[in-house]
């Protein structure tokens, strides 16, 4: 691994992040978050929005990383769970048509493309169950989908803190009647976590939508190394650059894993109800931590740095795969449309591959608030 083509001596580093997603990459400004996407048809959609930025004491540091992180979590669920809407949305209509109607709309122009999608029939929908019909009764669709998100968020901390926290602790626990060391015991628990991940991560990469999330993450990851380096933003110039990036998320959690090894390796051995609790208090103390290094990662290149951020990067090649020129395209098209004034308006819709909007479009339902 060539640490010179990662942490880049002559780069400028960036305060905008960005995460891949199906079929698109979401770029993270400090004004405007903005997702691009590449439909069925090959057109790309984009949606711009304000970003919520936290103040005053949320930026201090220590509890900067944990407001970040919840952050973080909230709006890549959300976007996740855009582009799926939007894929499925797009996809759906192109299935739905026949081989005249295809090549009829190939031809149409945006204004038609987006009439014609803007129809939809209840009789196409699947008939709402009684949860759903209870829930439309009593609260605004935008409420709904707010409750919707707060539940998929539980799921994914419970199932994560379920494989990742309790799983690994309780099976170390089997090796106490080997191993009387409390040191040596944290320490293999902190390996088997790690470990699960590292076979989490290559069992989910045989998935085929996967390893497209993986190609996008690479393309957000050259995009940035671009950007970065102040060259113009071209798939050309963006291709030059590592899939790896010292910023990542993926470190991130590799950070929280490695440094929770040695924090809790601290803290003794006591009862698995104890050990269970430790490790959940504790967990905001990890990601601060973990942040605080990982902006410390993107932002320097000394022997230390690139030591400590080995783990990541070598994750990294696991969740990350060369794209190509039109996922490129995508990641560019996304950093291009937050690179603009604070007082671009913000939109959905139809761009060119510059982040232009060509022509307004929002498979949204109106709010009936």
């Known amino acids: 691994m060539d640490f010179s083509k990662i942490f880049l001596k002559n780069a400028c580093p960036t305060s905008i992040g960005g995460q ?13 978050t903005a997702t691009a996407l590449r439909l069925p048809d090959g057109r790309i959609y984009v949606r711009t929005e304000k970003n919520r930025a936290a103040a005053g004491i949320w930026k201090l540091p220590l509890i900067r990383g944990v407001v970040s992180f919840v952050i973080s979590l909230v709006l890549g ?16 209509d192109e299935e739905s048509a026949g081989p005249e109607t295809k090549s009829d709309a190939a031809s149409k122009s945006y204004e038609d493309a987006a009439s014609k999608l803007g129809k939809e029939t209840k009789s196409d929908a699947e008939e ?7 829930l439309l009764a009593h609260f605004t669709e935008r409420q709904v989908w707010n409750f919707m998100m707060v539940i998929s968020l539980i799921i ?3 199932f994560a803190i379920g494989v990742f926290v309790i799983l690994p602790t309780w099976a170390v626990s089997f090796l106490k009647n080997w191993i009387h060391s409390s040191v040596a015991l944290n320490l293999i628990e902190g390996l088997v976590r790690i470990v699960m991940f590292v076979i989490y991560i290559l069992v989910i990469s045989r998935m085929e939508d996967i390893r497209r999330v993986f190609e996008y993450h690479g393309a957000e990851h050259k995009t940035i190394h671009c950007f970065e380096n102040g060259l113009d933003l071209t798939a050309e110039n963006a291709q030059q650059f ?3 990036h010292p910023r990542c998320g993926t470190s991130f959690l590799m950070f929280v894993m490695v440094i929770s090894l040695v924090l809790f390796s601290l803290l003794g051995w006591p009862s698995l109800a104890m050990r269970i609790l430790s490790r959940i208090l504790l967990m905001p103390v990890v990601a601060s931590l973990s942040y605080e290094v990982l902006r410390w990662a993107g932002r320097s290149s000394n022997p230390v740095v ?4 080995l783990p990541g990067l070598l994750l990294q090649k696991l969740t990350t795969r060369e794209p190509d020129e039109k996922q490129l395209e995508i990641g560019i098209c996304a950093l291009k449309s937050v690179l603009v004034p604070d007082d671009t308006p913000y939109f959905e819709g139809f761009c060119d ?15 009936p608030s």
């Open 77 to 92: 669920i959300s976007i996740i769970n855009f582009s799926a809407d939007v894929q499925a949305y797009f996809d759906t």
């Open 353 to 367: 591959k510059d982040g232009h909007l060509l022509e307004p479009f929002s498979i949204a339902q109106e709010d």
């Open 20 to 32: 891949a997603v199906i079929e698109g990459v979401m770029m993270r400004g400090l004004q405007r």
């Open 128 to 134: 709402p169950g009684r949860f759903e019909r209870f």
């Open 306 to 309: 690139e030591f400590l951020s």
């Open 242 to 244: 590592y899939t790896l």
């Open 156 to 158: 994914a901390f419970a």
